[in-house]
């Protein structure tokens, strides 16, 4: 690390801003590729601000980068999703997940920046014009505008925008549904596992976006199954279901290249989950 700010240093030094963006976005990815291949996670959680502040400073020198954009967008919300409890803190730092990922998205596509402004037929009308170049940007953004709903459960202002999100996550799948190993499968599992049938929820097309995703990361992202068991095994009641897919994820390795972390958090909640079961069905 030391000797990468060095060169780091010397490049700004140099005044060659095409190799400083390229050496802070390269920078920028070593930093997410090392929290996510950590399998301590008290070493991410005491470690990480060091790390958002890090990213903060290489977005003030580029704030017209997008990677870098996404980049913080992406470490910002997974640290705020993962490890605070806090619920003021969460929410302020899913406000700058949000803002950085949005910032990314206009900068992509300035004809569309403000559709988040538009009511939700006029927003979902814009969807077809995203296509498969936007896809990046338009999934972090899908992403962060999740986790900054997830931190104002209780803000029915803020939840009223899931409509929207779940539309940026559809696009999604329709432009290419392995992107991100099916991530956004995942999310769209999530969402529609959030209400029980009878108040409107719709499990069956969780079950197919669930089995999707597994499908499409081979079964190497844990967090899939633990969701899986927690948002719709419990929701049907399904209890063979549940127990069956947190024993996986136990007895699975958790160890995978650039998994590593979310597989180490998986374990750890299907180990709770688990405990719980008896009691729950």
């Known amino acids: ?45 005491q470690g990480a601000p060091a790390y958002l502040i890090m990213i903060d400073s290489f977005i003030q020198g580029s704030p017209q980068n997008p990677d870098l954009l996404t980049a913080g967008s992406t470490l910002y919300g997974a640290y705020a999703g993962a490890f605070v409890d806090e619920p003021d803190r969460a929410r302020r730092l899913s406000e700058k997940s949000l803002q950085y ?40 953004w899908g992403v962060a505008w999740t986790g900054w709903i997830q931190a104002r459960s209780d803000d029915w202002n803020a939840v009223a925008n899931l409509p929207k999100a779940k ?22 599992a999530v969402m529609n596992s959030l209400l029980p049938p009878s108040m409107g929820g719709k499990p069956d097309i969780a ?30 009641f399904d209890q063979e279901l549940h127990d069956s897919l947190l024993n996986e994820v136990i007895a699975t390795d958790a160890t995978q290249p650039g998994l590593t972390l979310i597989n180490t958090l998986a374990q750890e909640e299907a180990r709770k989950l688990l405990s719980e079961s008896a009691d729950f069905f």
């Not at 079950?207 to 948002?231: I, P, S």
């Open 167 to 188: 539309a940026v996550m559809m696009r999604v799948v329709e432009l290419d549904p392995t992107w991100d190993d099916g991530g956004a499968q995942l999310y769209l």
């Open 101 to 140: 990922a949005h910032d990314a998205f206009c900068i992509k596509r300035s004809d569309l920046c403000d559709i988040d402004t538009l009511r939700f037929p006029e927003f979902e009308a814009k969807m077809p014009a995203l296509d498969l170049d936007d896809i990046d940007e338009l999934y972090t």
């Open 207 to 236: 079950r197919d976006h669930f089995e999707q995703a597994v499908e499409m990361n081979q079964g190497r992202n844990l967090m899939v199954k633990t969701l899986y068991a927690q948002y719709y095994a419990r929701v049907v």
């Open 1 to 45: 690390m030391t000797r990468s700010l060095i060169v780091l240093l010397a490049l700004l030094v140099s005044g060659c801003s095409s190799m400083i963006n390229s050496a802070t976005r390269d920078m920028a990815d070593n930093l997410n590729n090392a929290i996510l291949n950590q399998d301590d996670l008290e070493t991410v959680r």
